[in-house]
């Protein structure tokens, strides 16, 4: 399947577009895209795209592409790939758009329709230690520290865990 | 677009699902992927995997699973295009134990016919290493024609491209 779209209260969640795909391989070009494997080369960051869009058709979830008044903005959503223990609530918001609450907005989105659609949780999320955005994100959304997780690129990652219920 | 299902003579090609991946993975980790740029360690295994099942919705194509008709995984063909590729590509791999009984020929076949009838494409190349003689055999029995002129993708510049257009393959 491909991705339902979503709305919260100022963003878009759904599929991909050759805009989110471009958006995407130019945040993959830069530093900025360390917590998630990067910086990646054209190549690479259009697999990364392709690869959520695998997780959709294969698993029936993925991540969600995120736009705010039609502009990609980010991509947030549950990311399980073949060697995985478990799904991850996982979230990506463009340094452009950092400090709005969008990730926050987004993922909760995404894990009120995992929880409710698929009937996953509680999700984990896997936050490198030193990503100190992504830990207020992940404290915003009620998940707690579970303890360390394997090393990123030799980076530390820390496990958090989500509250199990959909939120009120 | 939803991956469709074809069938021939002997074979179903049906949409890629996560049972797959095992014998998709045994082939990218071993020494058979040596033509196709590998051999591919998991992640790079499971990165082409997932490629080959979204392309679908990102392109209108992209990989389809080779079964025999009693139920048996042999491989997987698919159209592939984006910046991995200078072109539309019609690619194909058959796992170990099923090579020589013309499935790669018979499934690429059904999948081009697919891409030039229904999906409306005017024409695919195949890149070959060239010392992949079974598969540049197997472009020749469709039908496909070397161009040499054609782009190769960056770090294979010695790629055999075949070329395939409408009409390749029938009487």
Redesign the interface.
Same mark, same amino acid.
């Given at each position: 399947m491909?991705p339902p779209v979503l709305h919260s209260q100022r963003l878009t969640l759904g599929? %991909?577009s050759s805009a989110h795909?471009e958006a995407f391989i130019a945040f993959c070009a830069t530093e900025d895209s360390r917590f998630i494997g990067g910086p990646a080369d054209?190549?690479d960051a259009?697999?990364g795209?392709?690869?959520?869009?695998?997780?959709? %058709?294969?698993?029936g979830f993925g991540p969600f592409w995120l736009s705010a008044g039609g502009v990609p903005v980010g991509r947030a959503g549950v990311y399980y790939?073949?060697?995985r223990a478990e799904p991850e609530l996982a979230w990506t918001i463009y340094p452009a758009y950092q400090g709005r609450g969008y990730a926050t907005e987004a993922a909760l989105v995404a894990r009120d329709w995992a929880y409710a659609t698929l009937g996953l949780g509680p999700l984990v999320s896997l936050i490198d230690t030193g990503n100190a955005p992504s830990i207020r994100v992940a404290q915003k959304l009620g998940a707690v520290l579970e303890g360390p997780h394997e090393p990123n690129g030799g980076h530390p990652v820390m496990r958090w865990r989500h509250p199990a219920g959909v939120a009120a | 677009m939803m991956?469709p299902t074809l069938t021939t003579a002997r074979l179903v090609l049906r949409?890629?699902?996560?049972a797959d991946?095992s014998a998709y993975?045994d082939f990218m980790l071993s020494d058979r992927a040596r033509y196709m740029g590998g051999p591919y360690d998991?992640?790079g295994a499971?990165?082409?995997?997932?490629?080959?099942?979204?392309?679908?919705?990102?392109a209108g194509h992209g990989g389809l699973a080779v079964e025999t008709k009693d139920g048996q995984t042999v491989g997987v063909v698919g159209i592939n295009a984006?910046?991995?590729f200078p072109e539309t590509e019609l690619g194909w791999m058959l796992y170990e134990g099923h090579e020589g009984q013309g499935y790669a020929t018979e499934a690429a076949g059904v999948l081009r016919d697919w891409a030039f009838g229904s999906r409306g494409l005017t024409t695919l190349v195949s890149y070959v290493f060239p010392a992949n003689h079974a598969s540049a055999a197997v472009a020749r029995r469709l039908g496909a024609r070397l161009d040499p002129q054609a782009a190769r993708q960056a770090d294979s510049e010695d790629d055999l491209v075949f070329r395939h257009v409408p009409g390749d393959g029938q009487p």
């Open positions: 491909t599929p %991909a795909a054209r190549r259009w697999e795209v392709a690869i959520s869009a695998g997780l959709w %058709a294969l698993r790939p073949d060697w | 991956a949409p890629v699902q996560m991946f993975r998991l992640a499971w990165g082409l995997f997932c490629h080959d099942a979204g392309l679908w919705a990102l984006g910046p991995l």
